[in-house]
């Protein structure tokens, strides 16, 4: 499925030309992330190359929000999504408002394409690049919006599906992928810029500030990965019980308290949140020519301290907005009380609730500080060292978080079903042992390994094609 997204990622609209976009951004290798670069990046590149994926699982994203906001201060919603099955609603109703997401912002995009693509691409000039669109304007309206639409649906099935049957967040995979899929131009456009000759354009780093930089992307890297996996371990103490001859209970044991509980969450809603209205605005600005929207969407674009200052501010209120969803500290105390727990030094009941409340307050302050300083850490080494956003973008940012959070949890999963399918327990001397995929639902052997791997001979050979495929395809591009 994350084959066939990517597949999608490539495939321009019927009736668009993507040469004179290409052209273009070519052009603009050092053009800022702004609205359209973070879209653009979140969309795994299908955006500028005008692709029938070029909405991405963002209109979905942005639903859940949502949905979510709503859920939290709509009563009705509440009990709903509390009934028998009243998930999947929240669900269905999730994605009704993404299918009208996606044809609004789809109309927006395609009249901005096809009427003023000067005002969405600052700089483009039809004379210059030539035309994007090359069929029946109307016709191209209709048939693009529909494409669109049923891009991002055909990915938000793609994304259910992994996470029903995959490992992982579907749509957070399908994000990730996207943003990674930018790594080989990044570090292309890195080379090129170190082995330029002295003098001429792109010669911008030495030797000197390559070592540099790669110290301060493994700081930044290592740094997201301790604070996302950093832990308050608060102690637990349970009290003996005498149950007849047994006594039960008597253990100590701990209570993890995440440092960055919502983990990339924040960043998300922060980006999404500021996202949509300067898309809107700009589509707005493209598909009618009023310069107010533009100058509207170029405040809330990168580069304004107005950006900074509200998607610093989302962040932290995301941030204590999605614990307090996620984390019930008065729960957690009377779940205690039930077991005969108690943290030592604290009375059970609401004395240990305000005690969890007051410690998660801070630990929520010093995650949310951390995404903000991360989160602008790429518009920094932009902005004031001169570094193509291209390279940047991986130094921090909405997308390297991402991409770490995600590429951690999978981890995780993964661990956790190897873990399930091959450990043999406590009653069979504790040993792990290699298995095959278990046909029929019994243990694997050595002959499962081998009738495994003749069965996906197949497989294999198959993808080897279609990447012979797509290497000839790529050099005849080329030449």
Known sequence: MVFVARIGANIPLPGLDPKPLYDFFLAQRSASGGLVGLYDMFTGGAFLKGAIFGLGVMPYISASIILQLLTAVAPTLARIQREHGGRQRIAQYTRYLTVLICVIQGMLLVLALANYPEKLFIGFDKEVYGDIVVMHRGMFFVTSTIFLTAGT????????????????????ILITVGILSSLPKAISRLFEMLYSPLGTEGSLLGFPQLVMMTILLLMVVSSMVAVTQ?????????????????VIGGQASVLPLK???????????????????QQVLAYIGGATGISFFQKLAYILSHGSYVYYTIYGTLILAFSYFWVSIMFKPTQVADDLKRNSGYIPGIRPGPATAEFLDFVMTRLTLAGAIFLTIIALLPDLLYFSFGIPYSIAMFFGGTGTLISVGVILETMKQMEVHLIERNYDGFWAKGKIKTRALPSGGEQGTFRDVTDFASRTKKFWIAIGVLLLAGLVSLFLRKG
């Open 259 to 277: 440092v960055n509980y919502a983990g990339v969450m924040p960043v998300i809603f922060a980006s999404t949140i500021l996202m949509f209205p």
């Open 153 to 172: 649906m055909i990915l938000t099935w793609f994304g259910e599906r992994i996470t029903q049957f995959g490992i992982g967040n579907g749509v957070s």
């Open 230 to 246: 950093a832990v308050r371990k608060i102690p637990i103490q349970y009290a003996k019980q005498v149950i007849g001859r047994k």
